[in-house]
C-alpha cells in the first residue's frame, strides 16, 4: 500500500504565496511595510540574540504588558503567536472540525480558507459589495453548521473598511455559538477607534486578531496577538507551540510597540504615498478601491490587461499579486512600496493604459 495523507489534507491545495520569480529582493506583493523597524526594536532584537541560550517566556509577559498599555486593553486577554497566521489556525482548528462550516467573505484573506481545511471543516464566502465585507450577506449564509464567522476589516486583498458600527450589528444578530473573529491586521491604517470592536471581547464569543507584521514592520519577526476571552484563549492555547515567538522577536515586538510615534509615523507616510498613487491611477482612468491599508486594489479593463499590466511590472522588476486565488482576475495587489519604486509602477500603468 503507498503511504497516504490523511484524506482531507490531501485534498487540500497549498496556501500559495506570492511569484517572486526567484530572487529575494523586497517585492510589492506580500503588504510588507515599506520602512523598517523601529531603530529602538533592531537594537532590542540585537541585544536579546545574545539570550538565545536561554527559552523565550512562553506566556508573553513584557509584550502583553507593552501591548495592554498601548491599546488600552487587559494583558490577561492577549495571546500572542508566531504571527496572526498561528492565532487564526489555531482559533480555527480550536472551534471547527469535520462537518462544521467557516464563513469568510468572498475576497477574505486566502490563508483562512487553508486554516479551515486542515481541520476537515467546509469553508464558504459570503458575497462582497463592491469589494467590501456585507453584513447582511453573511448573515444570510449562516447556516446551522456555521461555527466560525471570520470577517478582515480591512479587507485583503480589497483595502476596504466596513464601519464598526456594522461588526456590532454582526455580532448581535450572530447566534452565541458561532465565534466571530474580526481579523484587523491592517487596523493600525484605519482611522476607526478599535475599542468598540474589543470591548466585543468580553461577551466571550469573539476575537480581535492583529499583528505587528504590518504597521510596525515586522513581518520577518513573525508575532501577532489577539484579545480573547478566558473560555476561548483556554481552547486556543492547547493547539500552540510553546515558546514560538522567539526571544529576539520578543523583545523587538516589545520596544516597537513602546515607540508608538514611529508607527504612527510609518503608518502616515505609507498611506501618503498609497493614496499619491491610488489618486494618480485614478486620474489614468484605473478603478482603485479606496484603502485603509498598505496596499492598493487596482481594477483593470479585464483579466487579459490585469496579465499585460503583471508582466510588463515584472519586467522592470516590480512584483505585484496576482489576484486569480480570489477570483479577482482583472485585478492586482500592489503593497505600498518606497516613494521610487511605486513611481516607476504608476508610469508604466500609465503608459499602458494610454495604449
Ligand atoms: C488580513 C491578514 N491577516 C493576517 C495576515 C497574516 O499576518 P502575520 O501572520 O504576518 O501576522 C495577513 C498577512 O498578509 C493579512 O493580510
Known amino acids: 500500500?503507498?503511504?497516504?495523507?490523511?484524506?482531507?489534507?490531501?485534498?487540500?491545495?497549498?496556501?500559495?504565496?506570492?511569484?517572486?520569480?526567484?530572487?529575494?529582493?523586497?517585492?510589492?506583493?506580500?503588504?510588507?511595510?515599506?520602512?523598517?523597524?523601529?531603530?529602538?526594536?533592531?537594537?532590542?532584537?540585537?541585544?536579546?540574540?545574545?539570550?538565545?541560550?536561554?527559552?523565550?517566556?512562553?506566556?508573553?509577559?513584557?509584550?502583553?504588558?507593552?501591548?495592554?498599555?498601548?491599546?488600552g486593553v487587559e494583558p490577561d486577554l492577549i495571546l500572542c503567536g508566531a504571527g496572526s497566521m498561528e492565532l487564526i489556525s489555531c482559533t480555527i482548528a480550536?472551534?471547527?472540525?469535520?462537518?462544521?462550516?467557516?464563513?469568510?467573505?468572498?475576497?477574505?484573506?486566502?490563508?483562512?480558507?487553508?486554516?479551515?481545511a486542515r481541520t476537515g471543516a467546509a469553508y464558504v464566502k459570503a458575497a462582497e459589495q463592491d469589494f467590501a465585507v456585507s453584513v447582511d450577506n453573511i448573515l444570510a449564509a449562516v447556516t446551522p453548521a456555521t461555527?466560525?464567522?471570520?470577517?478582515?476589516?480591512?479587507?485583503?486583498?480589497?483595502?476596504?473598511?466596513?464601519?464598526?458600527?456594522?461588526?456590532?450589528?454582526?455580532?448581535?444578530?450572530?447566534?452565541?455559538d458561532v465565534l466571530l473573529v474580526i481579523d484587523a491586521a491592517y487596523g493600525e491604517f484605519d482611522d476607526q477607534d478599535p475599542r468598540p470592536l474589543f470591548a466585543l471581547v468580553a461577551r466571550g464569543d469573539t476575537v480581535v486578531l492583529r499583528t505587528?507584521?504590518?504597521?510596525?514592520?515586522?513581518?520577518?519577526?513573525?508575532?501577532?496577538?489577539?484579545?480573547?476571552?478566558?473560555?476561548?484563549?483556554?481552547?486556543?492555547?492547547k493547539l500552540q507551540n510553546s515558546n514560538q515567538v522567539t526571544t529576539a522577536s520578543l523583545a523587538m515586538a516589545v520596544a516597537a510597540v513602546e515607540d508608538e510615534p514611529y508607527m504612527r509615523q510609518t503608518v502616515a507616510r505609507t498611506a501618503r504615498i498609497r493614496d499619491g498613487f491610488a489618486q494618480d491611477l485614478r486620474a489614468a482612468g484605473y478603478e482603485v478601491t479606496e484603502s485603509r491599508t498598505n496596499f492598493v486594489l487596482v481594477r483593470f479593463p479585464d483579466a487579459a490587461a490585469a496579465e499585460a499590466a503583471e508582466r510588463a511590472l515584472r519586467g522592470a522588476d516590480i512584483i505585484v499579486r496576482s489576484l486569480g486565488g480570489y477570483g479577482l482576475t482583472d485585478c492586482l495587489r500592489a503593497t505600498v512600496g518606497p516613494q521610487e519604486i511605486m513611481d516607476r509602477a504608476l508610469r508604466i500603468l500609465i503608459d499602458m493604459h494610454g495604449e
Open 1 to 71: 500500500m503507498p503511504l497516504k495523507a490523511a484524506a482531507h489534507i490531501e485534498a487540500m491545495s497549498a496556501f500559495a504565496l506570492a511569484n517572486f520569480g526567484g530572487h529575494d529582493r523586497p517585492t510589492l506583493a506580500q503588504n510588507e511595510s515599506a520602512f523598517p523597524p523601529s531603530p529602538s526594536a533592531i537594537a532590542a532584537g540585537q541585544d536579546a540574540i545574545a539570550r538565545s541560550n536561554l527559552y523565550p517566556d512562553p506566556d508573553w509577559t513584557a509584550l502583553r504588558q507593552a501591548i495592554a498599555q498601548a491599546y
Open 212 to 237: 505587528l507584521s504590518k504597521a510596525y514592520g515586522l513581518a520577518g519577526a513573525r508575532v501577532g496577538w489577539g484579545l480573547f476571552a478566558p473560555s476561548v484563549a483556554a481552547e486556543v492555547r
Open 94 to 116: 480550536a472551534f471547527a472540525g469535520p462537518g462544521a462550516e467557516v464563513l469568510g467573505t468572498s475576497y477574505a484573506y486566502n490563508f483562512v480558507a487553508s486554516a479551515a
Open 147 to 176: 461555527r466560525i464567522v471570520f470577517v478582515c476589516n480591512p479587507g485583503n486583498p480589497t483595502g476596504t473598511v466596513i464601519r464598526n458600527a456594522e461588526l456590532l450589528r454582526l455580532r448581535t444578530a450572530l447566534r452565541g
